[in-house]
Structure formats: structure tokens, C-alpha cells
């Protein structure tokens, strides 16, 4: 059972670009989380997803970040006309339950810089 | 809203010596409470978890917690370090919206030296 799957493991992109980031849960997985973790700082949480389903996306801001998670596919998190503070990496985690206290798996990340 | 802190970014020991990374965390509510572990360019890996069982939770690689409900506190401790437990080391908290929204701290860097 291959684990939570990000790509690309690394991503350049200039102002102004647009970066997508990809996710595969854990198969079985039917929950997908976003993360983002800046450089000597701890993750935040931006957003809660279910299949074809926005469930929380309280940590997103509010202008240009979207994601989705398709019915078929993997989820997506899509950034329009990057900035220089989009710079982080991105984890995606998912989990087969959304009862409190159940683990979360994460895949190895996305590092996103922007030139 | 729950938070953590981790008390010390970076903290040293020596090989074989008491490894203790420390964990606070502010809950209105009994809290799930986790420590994940994140070696160089990787992902976060589940070394134990706190769901209200037993206040002392042992996980991999020889590290445990124990849940200070009074202290609001949930340490992770190892007797003897390892070259190999060099990495940086993140308390987490479930928040109590859907979801596993999870509040993480800011994590603690552990060196072993030699």
C-alpha cells in the first residue's frame, strides 16, 4: 500500500506564474489535508477536504489559492500568480476517518520556490 | 482555538544521553494530542499518539509521552539517544473542528553528538 503521494517533490516558478501542486492519498483514504510549512516555523493547516467537497478552509487565504479533490484524480492545490512569500513547502497528508484522534499520514512534500 | 508550544527550538545531547523534547498545549477540551518526527527534505512521521487512554504513550523507535493533564503537558522522552534520532520533532494537538485540522507547534530541532 504505497503511502501519500506528492509531486513534484520540487517546484520553480517565476512571479506571476502558476503552481500546481498534486496529492494521492493513502488508498482507502477518502480525507485530504493541506499544510504549508515556511522556513523555521511549524505546519498551518489551509484547508480540509473530501471527495468533490471543500470541507474547511478556514487556514487558505482568501485570494489566489483554490484547491480541489475530484471525484476521480488526485487532489489539488493550485496557486495563481505566485508571489516570493509563496515560497514554503507544501504537505498533503490524508486519513481514512474524520473522528477526532484518528492519524493523519503525510506525504514528503512539495517544495515550491518562487524566483 | 487550541494552540501548542514547544519550549526550545533546538536542543542538543550527546549520543546515549536523555533525550527530552518539551510539549505544552491550551485545550478547552480533553485534547488528542500526537508528536511527529521530520527528517531533512521528508514528510512527518506518527511516532505515538495520546486519545485518552493511558496517560503513558509509548511509540516508535523508543520514544514515549505521557499525558500531564494538570501540567497541561505531553513530553517526548528517550532514554538513550541515537546518531539516527537527529531530526526535527513537531507536538500536535487535534483541534475540535471536522476533520484532523491539527494545530502544530513549532517545532524542535534535536542534534546528537557524538
Known amino acids: 500500500n504505497a503511502g501519500v503521494m506528492q509531486n513534484p517533490r520540487h517546484l520553480v516558478r517565476r512571479r506571476g506564474q502558476e503552481a500546481r501542486l498534486r496529492c494521492s492519498p493513502m488508498k482507502g483514504h477518502s480525507h485530504v489535508y493541506w499544510y504549508r510549512q515556511l522556513p523555521e516555523e511549524g505546519l498551518k493547516f489551509m484547508v480540509y477536504l473530501q471527495k468533490e467537497n471543500i470541507i474547511d478552509e478556514s487556514g487558505m487565504p482568501k485570494e489566489r489559492f483554490s484547491a480541489e479533490f475530484p471525484k476521480e484524480g488526485p487532489s489539488i492545490l493550485r496557486i495563481q500568480q505566485v508571489v516570493r512569500g509563496d515560497s514554503a513547502a507544501y504537505f498533503c497528508?490524508?486519513?481514512?476517518?474524520?473522528?477526532?484522534?484518528?492519524?493523519?499520514?503525510f506525504g514528503q512534500g512539495t517544495r515550491l520556490t518562487v524566483v | 482555538a487550541q494552540s501548542v508550544t514547544q519550549l526550545g527550538s533546538h536542543v542538543s545531547v550527546s549520543e546515549g544521553a536523555l533525550v527530552l523534547l518539551r510539549c505544552n498545549y491550551s485545550s478547552s477540551v480533553p485534547p488528542y494530542l500526537f508528536w511527529y518526527v521530520q527528517y531533512p527534505n521528508q514528510g512527518l512521521q506518527l511516532l505515538l499518539k495520546?486519545?485518552?487512554?493511558?496517560?503513558l504513550v509509548k511509540g516508535i523507535n523508543g520514544f514515549e509521552a505521557e499525558f500531564k493533564k494538570s501540567e497541561t503537558s505531553f513530553h517526548l522522552t528517550k532514554p538513550s539517544a541515537h546518531m539516527s534520532d537527529a531530526a526535527e520533532y513537531f507536538c500536535a494537538v487535534s483541534d475540535t473542528g471536522r476533520g484532523q485540522n491539527f494545530v502544530f507547534g513549532p517545532g524542535t530541532r534535536l542534534s546528537v553528538l557524538p
Open positions: 495520546y486519545t485518552s487512554a493511558a496517560t
Open positions: 497528508a490524508s486519513s481514512p476517518s474524520d473522528r477526532v484522534g484518528t492519524e493523519a499520514f
